[in-house]
């Protein structure tokens, strides 16, 4: 994976797999998050495992780049806990036993935990043995059994390798631990070659899921013995730009800005070298990237802003990424203007990057520009007629104190778009989105009317809760249409779902004062399906 790109609401990456797929993740509050990829899974509109993938790279980033508290910050007071943490009283303990006592302590709980002895005897084993010897182990867990032939990969063979790896990541820590650091270096840069072959083996990384935790495991091994070891700074360039634009380079989520301790000002100027050479001889989104980081990793904002404005993306995302490197650097008024010039450029686009937007729209309302914020999200509406850009709309009108008049205007323009049918603004079905406005509004019977003729299932059963306590005969039409294809299905799901519209139904015909008819439907039902006791054993216990 890489390219990983989290903006206010919105989350890009690119991740290998038979090809190099682009996955957007768009944060959708309560509702948890949507995903686009296209992957042909994702083409289908489906939450593909690509998508799993960024969203989980993007909690690890989030949870290591959380702030930590300023000195400046007076923290609120916190209780006292009422007896030290575990560790807390752990340390001083151990740190008051002889040899002896620890080394007793050690074998009881190795003796007792056989995992913790496996570790503890392979430390030992590698500490004693020699070069060639740990060499060949490593070589041995690598090379044998490898899950890809030929373009095949044998899930089962691909989770027992995935263990090998890993075992062969222990090996090479066990190194760093013994002092043998230069060891360890080499080590990882043959495992993680070796593993490119595999990666190649196997037509891409799309079916080897197993092996990117160990994979990611096993560059850290090798960022950690290099920090150790410290090895000359050219070759380690030289390996980095190779390692990075190779097969396994995107899988290990490396970023050379990590190994800028390591390769000091004149190897990220060699690796820098080295990858513009590569960029200009095949000209890859890959050698972009890795130009970029490097670019980053100099700290030359003025030459990466140059490298970033050499391919601007028209919907104004390389504008963000811009405006975001100049903010950072203490440049907001650059920043700003390079903002709103990828806004302007991208016009009236529907697919404007969402991130650009809320940058922008953020900076306006904290400047006090709140009339040009709402010209902003006014403009977004009309070009992009989503429930999120209404209520974005909907927001900034409040603050400015004219939400009555701009909220007639925007169910005007949905309304509009809805009588002629088809597609309306932006990509979605005018006449659904109309009904999820007037549903957030509140306006459940208006809601209602819209969705004749247009309205899916899911809204449909959205509405028949919202209105079954007062418009019950309709709410009730709704619940029985929907009843009909699930008496097909089976499964633990569908016999949840038949549940729950029975008892919205039954509901309904106790508002209508109709519970005999339920009862006939509910045993018309059970006779029909009687077959199937799993259904039958979720009824009773519903109360059915």
């Not at 944060?27 to 690509?50: E, L, M, N, S």
């Not at 980095?240 to 634009?245: I, K, M, Q, T």
Request: glycine share 8%; hydrophobic share 40%; proline share 5%.
């Amino acid at each position: 994976m890489s390219g990983l790109d989290i903006g206010d609401g919105t989350i890009r990456a690119t991740v290998p797999g038979r090809e190099t797929y682009r996955v957007e993740l768009v944060v959708t509050g309560q509702a948890g998050v949507a995903g686009t990829c296209d992957c042909p899974y994702g083409a289908d509109g489906h939450f593909c495992k690509h998508c799993v993938a960024v969203g989980l790279a993007a909690l690890r980033h989030t949870a290591s780049a959380a702030p930590k508290p300023s000195a400046d910050v007076v923290p609120a007071p916190r209780p006292a806990p009422a007896r030290p943490a575990p560790q807390d009283l752990m340390t001083p303990w151990l740190e008051s036993l002889d040899r002896e006592a620890l080394l007793a302590l050690l074998a009881e709980e190795s003796a007792a935990d056989p995992d913790l002895h496996a570790r503890l005897l392979l430390r030992a084993e590698v500490a004693r043995a020699d070069r060639a010897a740990v060499r060949d182990r490593v070589k041995g867990l690598l090379d044998a059994g490898t899950p890809a032939r030929d373009g095949y990969v044998d899930p089962e063979e691909a989770g027992a390798y995935a263990r090998d790896v890993t075992q062969a990541v222990t090996i090479l820590r066990a190194l760093i631990a013994a002092g043998r650091a230069a060891e360890a270096v080499d080590g990882a840069r043959w495992a993680l070659w070796r593993l490119g072959e595999v990666y190649e083996s196997a037509g891409g990384a799309e079916d080897l899921w197993d092996l990117f935790t160990p994979v990611r495991d096993l560059m850290a091994v090798h960022l950690r013995a290099c920090r150790a070891a410290r090895p000359d700074p050219d070759p380690t360039a030289r390996w980095l730009v190779g390692h990075l634009l190779g097969p396994v380079g995107e899988v290990t989520l490396a970023d050379p800005v990590d190994y800028r301790d390591v390769l000091g000002p004149a190897g990220l100027t060699r690796a820098l070298d080295l990858a513009t050479e590569a960029w200009r001889r095949d000209p890859t989104d890959k050698a972009k990237r890795l130009r970029e980081q490097l670019l980053k990793a100099q700290g030359d904002v003025n030459a990466l802003i140059t490298a970033y404005a050499t391919d601007l993306a028209p919907n104004g995302a390389t504008h963000l990424r811009i405006a975001r490197e100049l903010d950072e650097a203490g440049r907001a008024g650059d920043a700003l203007e390079w903002a709103e010039r990828g806004l302007r450029a991208a016009g009236d686009r529907h697919d404007v990057d969402h991130g650009l937007v809320e940058w922008i729209c953020a900076r306006y309302v904290r400047d006090g520009r709140l009339d040009e914020a709402l010209t902003i999200r006014r403009d977004r509406f009309r070009s992009q007629g989503s429930l999120q850009a209404y209520r974005s709309l909907r927001s900034a009108a409040r603050a400015c104190g004219c939400w009555e008049e701009e909220r007639e205007a925007a169910l005007e323009l949905l309304r509009a778009h809805a009588g002629r049918g088809g597609v309306g603004p932006g990509l979605g079905h005018p006449a659904r989105i109309l009904v999820d406005v007037l549903l957030d509004e509140g306006e459940v019977d208006a809601a209602w009317e819209a969705a004749t003729g247009h309205a899916d299932d899911r809204r449909l059963l959205t509405l028949a809760d919202r209105m079954r306590d007062h418009r019950p005969a309709d709410a009730l039409g709704v619940y029985l249409r929907l009843l009909e294809p699930l008496k097909q299905s089976t499964g633990d799901q569908a016999y949840q779902e038949v549940a729950r519209l029975l008892r919205s139904i039954r509901a309904c015909h106790e508002r209508l004062g109709t519970v005999e008819e339920f009862t006939r439907r509910l045993s018309a039902l059970r006779a029909e399906l009687k077959r199937r006791p799993k259904l039958m054993k979720v009824l009773d216990e519903n109360g059915l």
